[in-house]
């Protein structure tokens, strides 16, 4: 069973800041956070990970609250590519294999 | 160049038969997935392979079995399918514990 809690759906204008929240409240101490998303008919695509300090890559930033119960993923310059599935996942990083738990994820509509 | 490649991309078969999915990968990881993606768009993870050895098994039925030749390649078979295996699988692989690369998914349809 997924771990996170995520909105179902959410809008963002073209060229704005999108913010999806995700809630963790039983996160454990060595569990991270990943954000994925999947672009309709294609494979999840990996975003960004983090443990509990914020992180930023070329894609996306995350932040953590200080607590690790939630996170929220920022796109700072959403566009219409950014259409997607984002999915927030908790997961121990263990060596020999990584079993992500998918949930229902966020759908993130960018408009014009 | 596509890094986790996956064939065919559809494929529609009738009930009883067996068929295969392949899976390859071009990045040099160690770690090799099968996930499984319902009408309803969850995303299951079945197996996992390190390193040519299986170290996930999620509850899935025997009739599956995935096959790892070699580190970049994990193919799946399914026997005696069934209308309830009609779903989406994606391949994935990884090296160690980075994070995933999936490809784009074999659509699988059982009249």
């Known amino acids: 069973d997924a771990k996170t809690t995520q909105p179902t759906s959410m809008d963002c204008a073209e060229g704005r800041a999108a913010n999806l929240p995700c809630n963790h409240s039983?996160?454990?101490?060595?569990?991270?956070v990943y954000w994925y998303r999947q672009i309709h008919s294609q494979g999840p695509q990996y975003i960004i990970h983090?443990?509990?300090n914020n992180e930023t890559n070329e894609m996306a930033s995350l932040i953590i609250t200080e607590d690790r119960k939630s996170s929220t993923l920022i796109l700072p310059h959403a566009t219409l590519r950014d259409t997607a599935v984002y999915y927030c996942?908790?997961?121990?990083?263990?060596?020999?294999?990584?079993?992500?738990?998918f949930g229902t994820g966020t759908q993130l509509k960018v408009e014009l | 160049d596509t890094a986790v490649s996956q064939t065919p991309k559809y494929l529609v078969t009738q009930m009883g038969n067996d068929k295969s999915i392949k899976c390859e990968q071009n990045?040099?990881?160690?770690?090799m997935y099968w996930y499984k993606q319902d009408s309803k768009k969850f995303l299951k993870i079945m197996f996992s392979?390190?390193?040519?050895?299986?170290?996930i098994n999620e509850t899935v039925p025997n009739r599956f079995s995935p096959k790892s030749p070699d580190k970049a390649h994990l193919n799946l078979h399914i026997n005696s399918l069934e209308l309830g295996d009609s779903a989406v699988y994606f391949c994935a692989s990884s090296l160690g514990i980075s994070p995933l690369h999936f490809g784009n998914g074999t659509r699988l349809t059982v009249t």
């Open positions: 996942i908790v997961n121990i990083l263990a060596g020999g294999g990584n079993k992500l738990t």
């Open positions: 039983t996160i454990s101490g060595n569990e991270y």
């Open positions: 983090g443990l509990k």
């Open positions: 990045l040099g990881h160690d770690t």
């Open positions: 392979y390190n390193n040519k050895e299986l170290i």
